[in-house]
């Protein structure tokens, strides 16, 4: 299974927070008290943004963190980068620093590099302003609205599509 880090989790929550309080400058405890998520996590994360770009601090008694961009300018990718390091699913892939034992007799060598890219691209594709829309209503779910049919929206890199759930 491919799982991102409970704190990227948190920062992809903690980010979208920020994002919504856009352009004004917020603090760990007030990010803390909105999410949900504990004060030394969240200071932990916005620490971590700051030398990767994502965010700048202000010091002083009006000081605090904003984001450095608009949400809609900020990655997915950017941000598990940020806490998780490079997007690699396995050790053979560019930007990895840990070896493969095995990697000069491997028949897949270069290949999980394709497989690696387009999960990078997809990642790339989705902003934080995307992570902020609500989420899409489930199959037999009332939405206020009576109850929705069993077609539901699926984000594609750069657009959008339609899937049957059955």
């Known amino acids: 299974m491919i799982k991102l880090s409970k704190l990227t989790d948190y920062a992809v929550v903690v980010l979208t927070e920020m994002a919504r309080q856009t352009p004004v400058v917020v603090t760990v405890p007030q990010l803390a008290e909105r999410t949900g998520v504990p004060s030394p996590t969240v200071a932990k994360i916005l620490k971590t943004m700051v030398p990767a770009g994502l965010m700048t601090s202000q010091r002083g008694a009006a000081g605090g963190y904003r984001l450095s961009r608009a949400a809609e300018e900020i990655s997915i ?17 560019h930007g990895v620093e840990t070896v493969c034992g ?23 594709a989705v902003s934080l302003a995307d992570m902020m829309a609500p989420a899409w209503p489930l199959h037999g779910v009332d939405s206020g609205h ?6 539901t929206q699926v984000l594609e890199p750069g657009r959008a599509g339609s899937m049957r759930l059955g």
């Open 77 to 93: 990718a950017e941000i598990i980068t940020a806490l998780d390091g490079p997007i690699a699913l396995t050790a053979c892939v």
């Open 102 to 124: 095995v990697e000069s007799l491997c028949p897949m060598r270069g290949n999980w590099e394709m497989v690696n890219q387009a999960v990078r691209n997809a990642l790339e």
């Open 146 to 151: 009576g109850v929705v049919d069993k077609t």
